[in-house]
């Protein structure tokens, strides 16, 4: 097997790796299910390993799975640099920005943060991602990314951080729960020991904590459901079994039928949207990002 293939294998399989589930890493990698299945079985057999436990549901992974998986990212990351240096320097580009959005903030002054630096540096290639806060902040610590947005708070002292945006945090009910008619806001009290469903904490501890703390600040945050995303997590709430604290500008942007939004009374829960970057980075466009901050 040559090298090129290798490589391309070890691309597929870390891919799987984040997502664990085939469906949604063949979409993100723009090729067939099948052809996936294929390709991560063939990497297998070259290894002589099994990488994966595959269940009807998804798949998880082997320890010798996980093993792999972070050796790939840390090669991948590797020979992405490099390439990325050398068509830097034969195109003569005026840089690299690595940047990585976080999945719950796209849009509204994020976007246009994103395209205001586009307009004014045009010869800058910008090579952008997706991910929740905690891998975006991996990407930071490891030198993959050089600016992410995230969601503080963000404990990490080689990070600076800075406010893109604060938007409301409403309460997403299924249409036929008795919280969800009328106009009054809701309490506090009212929510307590509701069954709620949350996205797991690792994907952004610090937001999860945030949101805790305010819509529950008394105690009385009950637990019985998680959902990867905002997407998912909303439609559990459809289901009607289930409420949820969710962002104002995501929430609203995916109109999932069967939900209704109530906002909170004062004081009104918020969550941010940050730019966060190693602090002592050397790279020029990194700078020119932060700038257009004010």
Request: aromatic content about 4%; hydrophobic content about 45%; overall charge positive.
């Amino acid at each position: 097997m040559d090298a090129w293939s290798d490589l391309r294998r070890l691309r597929y399989f870390a891919v799987l790796a984040e997502e664990l589930h085939f469906t949604r890493a063949a979409a993100r990698l723009h090729i067939a299910q099948p052809a996936l299945s294929q390709q991560i079985r063939a990497l297998e057999r070259q290894l002589g390993v099994p990488l994966l436990h595959r269940t009807s549901r998804g798949c998880t992974l082997t320890e010798v799975g996980q093993r792999v998986a972070a050796e790939a990212a840390r090669l991948l990351a590797d020979v992405d640099a490099g390439a990325a240096r050398i068509r830097d320097l034969v195109q003569g580009r005026g840089g690299r920005l690595r940047l990585a959005y976080t999945r719950s903030a796209r849009g509204g002054p994020v976007d246009t943060l994103v395209a205001r630096f586009r307009t004014a540096h045009p010869d800058v290639e910008v090579a952008a991602e997706t991910a929740w806060t905690a891998p975006n902040v991996a990407g930071l610590l490891a030198g993959r990314l050089d600016a992410a947005f995230v969601r503080p708070p963000v404990d990490e002292p080689v990070l600076a951080c800075r406010t893109v945006d604060t938007e409301e945090l409403l309460l997403a009910l299924p249409a036929g729960h008795p919280l969800a008619t009328g106009r009054r806001r809701i309490t506090r009290a009212q929510v307590v020991d509701l069954p709620a469903v949350m996205w797991p904490r690792d994907n952004g501890p610090g937001m999860f904590d945030r949101t805790i703390a305010q819509v529950w600040p008394g105690g009385g945050f009950r637990l019985v459901r998680q959902e990867p995303d905002d997407e998912q997590l909303l439609r559990a709430v459809a289901q009607g079994d289930v409420i949820a604290a969710v962002p104002a500008g995501r929430a609203r942007a995916l109109k999932v039928p069967g939900v209704r939004l109530r906002r909170f009374t004062a004081p009104t829960p918020t969550v941010d949207v940050a730019l966060a970057w190693p602090r002592d980075t050397t790279n020029p466009a990194v700078h020119a990002l932060v700038g257009l901050l004010g």
